[in-house]
């Protein structure tokens, strides 16, 4: 009964000093809402990066060269490292095609594909005075399997024309639009043939599928909505073939959901590195996605955290605000106070007053300041073209611990009233 009593009485003071409340609240307001918006946005990061790594396959395998830390020793018996000195991997250093059928042989259980690919280089589909721009790629069958690519026409390559090193071609379904102008029949484009420029090389390719074509930031570009070039993907022979190449620089591993993926990937290093046993130069690195998006997420949420802190520090400023605006007040209300002793009130009683008081303060504070962080974070986030996610836990932190600022910084003001002389009290003008 008391409690309420005390909120009661908290809650007169407020609406008596209307003004004065909201500029002793403001600190508060402010450091909340910036903690709130800055969790959120960084939880909506967060969550957008780890969904995207996650898409291209949580429990995949990056598998590539690592140059090799060596070691040479002087006349003397002392040893010095070469770390500094960077080589260019090259054709001999490549995986060959048969290290990577002798590791699906030997782990076919574990091994679901084998995803690589192979940049041929930027050109343009010419259909008379119609254009699409391109950047040609090949892929491996276990590409897409890696990949979140929407298939919205046609199919994805057979193994036929992946060992034939077939003329075939996935296109995006904007390169559709600028041929056959825009709404035009996907189906239509499927089974057509198309002229392509390649680095001043024109090759002939049979389209047998669209994919809708999704802007990312990586894909981002200045050019315009026409001339935005779109991946054109071919057969990963063909591309060898078109550059004259053999080896896989690296690729990625498609594993058994139930695998382990740390283990395997660590399998995977041990293995590989059997063929680079005397290479001078480089040695096989193997990661799991799995790993990558652990590691990611926990450096994001540390950023995070750590720019939450430093704006926090405006609740340290709102809480020397309330801490003030209560001396104030209770200088104000001396004779409230001698007159409330004099009757017999106790010292606890008087103290629960005014730390209740301050609690209020810092409670309305919170709760307008968790609104406006809400409103802010969701705003931004949509800036960034990320979904919202508004943080539970700091909302639920940021509203306890302004309750504890009430505390903390009203308890000096409060412990002071209690302590006051009730005649000195009585007397105070």
């Given at each position: 009964?008391?409690?309420?009593?005390?909120?009661?009485?908290?809650?007169?003071?407020?609406?008596?000093?209307?003004?004065?409340?909201?500029?002793?609240?403001?600190?508060?307001?402010?450091?909340?809402?910036?903690?709130?918006?800055?969790?959120?946005?960084?939880?909506?990061?967060?969550?957008?990066?780890?969904?995207?790594?996650?898409?291209?396959?949580?429990?995949?395998?990056?598998?590539?060269?690592?140059?090799?830390?060596?070691?040479?020793?002087?006349?003397?018996?002392?040893?010095?490292?070469?770390?500094?000195?960077?080589?260019?991997?090259?054709?001999?250093?490549?995986?060959?095609?048969?290290?990577?059928?002798?590791?699906?042989?030997?782990?076919?259980?574990?091994?679901?594909?084998?995803?690589?690919?192979?940049?041929?280089?930027?050109?343009?589909?010419?259909?008379?005075?119609?254009?699409?721009?391109?950047?040609?790629?090949?892929?491996?069958?276990?590409?897409?399997?890696t990949q979140d690519t929407t298939l919205l026409a046609g199919r994805f390559f057979e193994e036929r024309e992946t060992n034939e090193a077939s003329m075939v071609a996935i296109i995006s379904d904007r390169a559709v639009e600028n041929l056959l102008g825009e709404g035009a029949d996907l189906e239509e484009a499927v089974g057509s043939i198309l002229q392509v420029n390649i680095g001043d090389a024109?090759?002939?390719?049979?389209?047998?599928?669209?994919?809708?074509?999704?802007?990312?930031?990586?894909?981002?570009?200045?050019?315009?909505?026409?001339?935005?070039?779109?991946?054109?993907?071919?057969?990963?022979?063909?591309?060898?073939?078109?550059?004259?190449?053999?080896?896989?620089?690296?690729?990625?591993?498609?594993?058994?959901?139930?695998?382990?993926?740390?283990?395997?990937?660590?399998?995977?290093?041990?293995?590989?590195?059997?063929?680079?046993?005397?290479?001078?130069?480089?040695?096989?690195?193997?990661?799991?996605?799995?790993?990558?998006?652990?590691?990611?997420?926990?450096?994001?949420?540390?950023?995070?955290?750590?720019?939450?802190?430093?704006?926090?520090?405006?609740?340290?400023?709102?809480?020397?605000?309330?801490?003030?605006?209560?001396?104030?007040?209770?200088?104000?209300?001396?004779?409230?106070?001698?007159?409330?002793?004099?009757?017999?009130?106790?010292?606890?009683?008087?103290?629960?007053?005014?730390?209740?008081?301050?609690?209020?303060?810092?409670?309305?504070?919170?709760?307008?300041?968790?609104?406006?962080?809400?409103?802010?974070?969701?705003?931004?986030?949509?800036?960034?073209?990320?979904?919202?996610?508004?943080?539970?836990?700091?909302?639920?932190?940021?509203?306890?611990?302004?309750?504890?600022?009430?505390?903390?910084?009203?308890?000096?003001?409060?412990?002071?009233?209690?302590?006051?002389?009730?005649?000195?009290?009585?007397?105070?003008?």
């Amino acid at each position: 009964m008391m409690i309420y009593e005390n909120i009661r009485l908290a809650l007169f003071s407020l609406k008596a000093n209307k003004m004065r409340a909201l500029l002793t609240m403001l600190g508060i307001i402010i450091g909340i809402a910036s903690v709130i918006a800055i969790m959120t946005v960084g939880d909506s990061m967060t969550m957008y990066v780890t969904d995207t790594m996650s898409s291209m396959g949580a429990s995949n395998i990056m598998v590539g060269l690592q140059q090799k830390t060596r070691e040479d020793s002087t006349e003397s018996g002392l040893s010095f490292s070469e770390g500094n000195t960077v080589a260019a991997a090259s054709e001999e250093d490549y995986f060959t095609k048969e290290m990577l059928e002798n590791y699906c042989t030997t782990y076919g259980d574990s091994v679901i594909a084998i995803s690589a690919s192979e940049a041929v280089g930027s050109g343009q589909i010419q259909d008379g005075d119609l254009y699409a721009n391109i950047s040609a790629q090949g892929v491996s069958l276990g590409y897409f399997l890696t990949q979140d690519t929407t298939l919205l026409a046609g199919r994805f390559f057979e193994e036929r024309e992946t060992n034939e090193a077939s003329m075939v071609a996935i296109i995006s379904d904007r390169a559709v639009e600028n041929l056959l102008g825009e709404g035009a029949d996907l189906e239509e484009a499927v089974g057509s043939i198309l002229q392509v420029n390649i680095g001043d090389a024109y090759y002939q390719f049979t389209v047998v599928g669209v994919y809708e074509y999704e802007q990312t930031i990586m894909s981002f570009s200045t050019a315009s909505y026409r001339d935005v070039a779109t991946n054109f993907y071919i057969p990963l022979t063909t591309a060898k073939e078109m550059n004259h190449s053999e080896g896989y620089a690296q690729f990625t591993v498609v594993t058994s959901p139930s695998e382990d993926a740390d283990r395997f990937a660590s399998v995977t290093e041990q293995f590989f590195n059997t063929y680079y046993r005397n290479n001078r130069d480089f040695e096989v690195s193997a990661f799991s996605m799995a790993s990558m998006v652990e590691s990611m997420s926990g450096m994001l949420s540390t950023i995070t955290t750590a720019i939450a802190v430093i704006a926090g520090i405006a609740l340290l400023v709102g809480g020397i605000g309330v801490m003030n605006i209560m001396l104030v007040s209770i200088t104000e209300r001396t004779r409230e106070i001698g007159t409330r002793k004099a009757l017999g009130a106790p010292n606890s009683s008087i103290r629960l007053q005014f730390i209740v008081e301050a609690i209020v303060i810092c409670l309305i504070g919170g709760m307008i300041g968790i609104v406006l962080g809400i409103v802010l974070g969701v705003a931004a986030a949509d800036l960034l073209g990320t979904p919202a996610s508004p943080s539970v836990s700091s909302i639920i932190l940021s509203l306890t611990f302004s309750m504890a600022i009430g505390v903390f910084f009203g308890y000096y003001p409060a412990n002071k009233a209690a302590k006051m002389d009730p005649i000195e009290a009585l007397r105070y003008e």
